[in-house]
């Protein structure tokens, strides 16, 4: 994937603008050429992420999150990056003591999932999606 490709977004941490990035993430899908449950999927994914990241940066004054998405022939890479206040709970989640819904709803809608922290205050999620087709070809 060229990262040349990515469309960058920044929302402020704020619940009312999930839904534009569900809107964008379902026209990006769209000119990548995936089916409508491909579309849902990611569409749906990508709401869980901005939650999940909404309420781990919901005390961080002012803050924004990104949202990267990198379209690709028959796939689709996304980024979320936000401000973490809530310490180390991506180490407690990597391990498997932690099972929050949002996070067994996005493993389960796109074919990789990570939490990642770049930086002692930052905490990123990252999904990856490939088309139906790719999948089955193996």
């Known amino acids: 994937m060229n990262n040349a490709e990515c469309i960058k977004l920044s929302f402020p941490v704020n619940p009312a603008y999930v839904s534009s990035a569900r ?14 449950d491909e579309i849902e999927d990611i569409k749906t994914a990508v709401q869980e992420a901005c ?8 005390n961080v004054p002012k803050s924004n999150f990104e949202i990267c ?21 991506v180490n407690e989640l990597q391990e498997g003591f932690n099972d929050e819904m949002s996070l067994m709803m996005i493993k389960a809608l796109v074919d990789e999932f990570a939490i990642t922290k770049p930086s002692n ?4 999620i990252v999904m990856h999606k490939k088309h139906k087709e790719v999948l089955f070809s193996d």
Request: glycine share 4%.
């Open 69 to 89: 998405f990198t379209p690709g022939d028959k796939e689709m890479h996304i980024e979320i990056v936000a401000e973490d206040n809530l310490g180390n709970l």
């Open 51 to 58: 939650i999940y990241i909404i309420k781990r940066s919901a």
């Open 23 to 36: 809107l964008t993430v379902s026209s990006i899908a769209n000119r990548v050429r995936f089916d409508i």
């Open 121 to 124: 205050d930052k905490i990123s």
